[in-house]
């Protein structure tokens, strides 16, 4: 178990970047349904589009450009919406990691849990969400992160546990 958080310690920036670059559905159609980034892109350049699908839009670009606040902000409206609220969820959760992130180790579970808890309600408010796929493997890098920034504080019962709960959701994804 020590060798593998010693390997979780180094390897946390790049975890890191994978986590906010998010699941590969946002770049091509998936399974499932909903509505794809790529879908309301091409509408919002032939069309111009207002409400919901133009907060997605925003949101992608503010996550692209690592701007994390406005992306909190713009997805408290768009967590309300029922067609996006899943969408709204996942952005929020990218941007509370992608916060976190720039906090030292010992700040940065508070924010990384928050994410986890946004994930976590993607399945109880929309089940047939297209995200619901890739949630289980997304928590699971959460918690990563999570069990690294505890090894970095020399929280090794707590760096343990999140590293379970990973492994644990990993397994039964």
Partial sequence: MLILLAALSTGAPVLAEKVIQGPAIFEGKTEGSGVYIDDLLKQ????????????????????????????????????????????????????????????????????????????????????????????????????FLIGDAAFQSKRYAECQQAVESALTRLMQS
């Fill in 44 to 143: 919002l350049k032939s069309k111009p589009a207002s409400g919901a699908p133009r907060q997605v839009a925003q949101v992608w670009a503010a996550i692209k450009k690592k701007r994390f606040q406005e992306v909190l902000q713009i997805t408290q409206a768009l967590s309300q919406s029922p067609t996006y609220n899943d969408y709204g969820r996942w952005f929020e959760a990218e941007a509370r990691v992608g916060l976190a992130l720039k906090v030292p180790p010992r700040q940065r579970a508070e924010g990384l849990r928050k994410a986890l808890r946004s994930l976590g309600e993607i399945e109880t408010i929309r089940p047939d969400s297209p995200l619901s796929k890739k949630v289980p493997e997304q928590m699971a890098q959460i918690e």
